[in-house]
């Protein structure tokens, strides 16, 4: 089925309500630059470092500062004595600014702290100590948080991988990590980059977004949720596709949703970001290597490790590479139901990133092979996008339905039909293609039997 697209040369619809952003970007580039008002202690920035390292001077190392409330008892007399010292006259709304700078410095995250707790924000970026960008909304912005060098960003890179065991220096430029609320942390430093240290972290979620959540935001439709649902419970193999960012792990979450709660879960993961809430679920985790190059945990070993496990469900955050193979074989020995994500750019890439995957596992298999194994085991590819207005929608079904001499034939279930624009936001559904799935004899075999609405063709849907 064709996407529906409106005429380039047709005058955009200007929206009725239009709130104006802080400051119009340019035209041709989707990153806005938020420009704020001068903190009014901007003038205090070398008094504040003083009066940051005489407070870390002075708190007795075994002190408990373990939460947030003992921590404010026990700086805040020691930071009412250094202003004094000081001898800095402030208001009571620049001295409660400097108070929350000073302890986001020595508890959190230095000046990424108000960032990492504002909700709306999706992802942080530091690029350097002078450039921090956040991701709202699907779109970036520039804000005006700087650190004061490159060592001010080392430190607090150090603050989080620290805890975890891992390091990052000049012989391990590179490090991948989470916070303790499970939000992903990506971490480079010179001489690899070129820019200072570059600190990338993906929020997590604390209150994870459900089914209503999703289609509200329109990711995706209630006749997708019925099918999706239906396929987790009649275990099918599934990989859900889409590039960087495009809203994969938490679509995952919301397929992995729809298991059985009698079924035990096995995870795998890089860094652990599932958020399962069956009762019987083992979450496994990769290990980096250790100072000597040794230890090293891949998932490639750990599906292989869940194999041993009488899993009812494999569930792996990613498949890069080797482990493609391993989760295939899996899929073709009696362990249904298994849920991946790939990175790719359609249904169709997908097929061809898994036979690469499977050639980078040092097997000398033939290609047709391959494709056999991958025909047999995957039963759906739902592809997730990001689009051009920053919305995360779900924009392809398809299903694989077998091979035809060296060709792996797939077919559109239900497909993303963009019908008009609305300023910047895509207006459009994701629809069925009117074709009843094959894989539908799997789940009537399973007893699950779906309307036959979920299927219909609407050829236009109105907007309320």
């Known amino acids: 089925m064709a996407l529906f697209t409106r005429d380039r040369h047709q005058p955009e619809r200007v929206p009725e309500v239009s709130p104006a ?69 402030l208001n009571r709304s620049e001295r409660a600014q400097l108070f929350e700078m000073i302890l986001a410095e020595i508890m959190g995250y230095g000046p990424i702290q ?113 099918f999706a649902e239906a396929a987790v419970k009649a275990r099918l193999n599934i990989i859900v596709s889409g590039g960087t960012g495009s809203g994969k792990t938490t679509l995952l979450n919301i397929l992995s949703g729809f298991i059985p709660h ?9 860094a652990a970001e599932l958020q399962l809430r069956q009762e019987h679920v083992v979450r496994l985790e990769t290990r980096p290597p250790n100072i000597e190059g040794k230890g090293q945990i891949t998932i490639r070993d750990l599906v292989v490790n869940a194999l041993r496990m009488r899993p009812d469900r494999i569930v792996v955050g990613e498949c890069r590479s080797g482990e493609a193979l391993d ?27 898994l036979e690469t995957m499977v050639l980078m596992s040092g097997m000398d298999l033939p290609l047709r092979a391959i494709r056999q194994q991958i025909a047999s085991a995957i039963d759906l590819i739902i592809h997730i996008e990001r689009m051009r207005d920053g919305s995360r929608r779900v924009v ?26 609305e300023g910047e936001k895509i207006i459009g559904t994701l629809q069925s293609t009117g074709l009843r799935p094959r894989v539908m004899e799997k789940i009537e075999a399973a007893h699950i039997f779906l309307p036959p609405e979920v299927f219909y063709v609407y050829t236009s849907r109105r907007r309320s």
């Open 21 to 89: 952003p802080v400051v119009a970007p340019p035209p041709p580039q989707l990153v806005l630059q938020v420009q704020t008002a001068p903190t009014p202690l901007a003038n205090f920035a070398a008094v504040r470092e003083r009066v940051q390292e005489q407070l870390v001077k002075d708190i007795n190392p075994g002190s408990d500062l373990l939460t947030p409330e003992k921590a404010r008892q026990i700086i805040e007399p020691i930071f009412n004595e250094a202003l004094v010292e000081e001898k800095l006259i």
């Open 114 to 226: 108000p960032l990492l707790e504002d909700e709306t924000i999706t992802e942080v970026m530091v690029n350097g100590p002078k450039q921090v960008y956040v991701e709202r909304q699907g779109r970036l912005y520039r804000t005006d948080v700087v650190f004061e060098n490159d060592d001010h960003v080392l430190r607090i890179i150090e603050r989080i991988v620290a805890p975890l065991g891992r390091r990052i220096d000049e012989s391990s430029p590179m490090v991948n990590a989470r916070l303790p609320d499970g939000s992903r942390v990506n971490a480079i430093i010179p001489p690899l980059s070129l820019v200072g240290p570059v600190l990338t972290i993906r929020k997590f979620s604390k209150i994870p977004f459900t089914v209503e959540d999703l289609i509200r935001f329109g990711t995706f439709t209630r006749e997708f949720v019925q």
């Open 262 to 270: 009698d079924e035990r879960i096995i995870t795998i993961e890089d």
């Open 327 to 353: 989760m295939l074989q899996a899929m073709n020995t009696g362990h249904d139901g298994s849920i991946t994500t790939v990175h790719s750019n359609s249904p169709r890439d997908t097929l061809a990133r």
């Open 396 to 421: 392809k079904v398809a299903e694989v339905i077998g091979m035809e001499g060296e060709t792996i034939l797939m077919q559109d279930i239900f497909m993303f039909v963009e019908e008009d624009t």
